[in-house]
């Protein structure tokens, strides 16, 4: 019933931006949590970052605080990822997320609940 669409992934060099979208239908991304998740060549999931309760709560991965911003649109029922000063280390897929109950996990977190998850959206970063 959740579906989750994302968009905006590229190649860019070292240094540059990106933001990346994610639509969601059958489900209000205001009510509970929305979360970026990568996936890099032999590298286990971390989460990235994730804002709640309609924005009023934010969380991310310590490698990218101060780089990268999570926000919504609760008009739209989109959420995004800007992404700045981009290093070779972020390339990876990275997904899309609906879920709740935010908690630590290693040096990043995970979501206690799923509802859907999207496709994914390939970033890479080279320098």
């Known amino acids: 019933q959740v579906q989750l669409v994302e968009s905006g992934g590229g190649s860019v060099q070292a240094g540059g931006s990106l933001r990346l979208s994610c639509a969601a239908s059958?489900?209000?991304?205001?009510?509970?949590?929305m979360g970026w998740f990568r996936q890099a060549p032999g590298k286990e999931r971390e989460g990235v970052a994730a804002?709640?309760?309609?924005?009023?709560?934010?969380y991310y991965e310590n490698s990218v605080k101060g780089r990268f911003t999570i926000s919504q649109d609760n008009d739209k029922n989109t959420v995004y990822l800007q992404m700045n000063s981009l290093k070779p280390e972020d390339t990876a897929m990275y997904y899309c997320?609906?879920?709740?109950?935010?908690?630590?996990?290693?040096?990043?977190?995970?979501?206690?609940?799923?509802?859907?998850w999207g496709q994914g959206t390939l970033v890479t970063v080279s320098s």
């Open positions: 059958g489900y209000t991304i205001s009510s509970a949590c």
């Open positions: 997320a609906a879920g709740s109950g935010p908690r630590p996990y290693g040096i990043s977190w995970v979501f206690d609940a799923y509802y859907a």
């Open positions: 804002v709640c309760t309609g924005g009023g709560r934010t």
